[in-house]
């Protein structure tokens, strides 16, 4: 199960950076995000560890003032994810060692739309000409993002 839907998918990409994306091009953009939320979620569990405690905070997943900001102009789309499909996604990957705080349970709904708000406007950076982007600069735009976060 993704992460978010490809219709959800399709309306964030378009609201938060003007793109259009098919359903194909969903799946490449969900690869992304799902892959970069679990990577966050292990360093959060890493640092709940080294903080002694074995459940992990919104204060161990390491946001930085970038995705904290990127966050906020998120919000700015009204647009929500339900929580339900993200949870419903964390339980096909390989389970953390520790469980999530509720407040952070709550908040990846917003952790997931940052991630796809970020990634959009990678996408429009790697090719700013261009509503429609390929399936290279979604692979480039997924590599920055890999190397930035």
Do not use: C
């Amino acid at each position: 199960m993704a992460v978010v839907g490809a219709v959800k998918l399709e309306v964030l990409m378009r609201k938060a950076a003007g793109l259009d994306i098919d359903k194909n091009k969903a799946k490449e953009i969900t690869d992304i995000v799902e892959k970069k939320l679990y990577d966050l979620l292990l360093i959060g569990e890493r640092n709940a560890s080294y903080n002694g405690r074995e459940v992990i905070w919104e204060s161990d997943v390491p946001l930085t003032k970038g995705f904290l900001e990127s966050m906020q102009k998120f919000r700015k789309l009204e647009e929500e994810i339900a929580v339900e499909d993200v949870l419903n996604f964390l339980a096909t990957m390989p389970p953390l060692k520790y469980p999530l705080e509720a407040e952070l349970e709550k908040r990846l709904p917003e952790i997931v739309g940052t991630l796809i708000y970020i990634l959009a406007h990678l996408i429009k950076e790697v090719s700013p000409e261009g509503r429609k982007p390929s399936s290279e600069d979604i692979e480039k735009a997924g590599k920055i993002l890999d190397l930035t976060m």
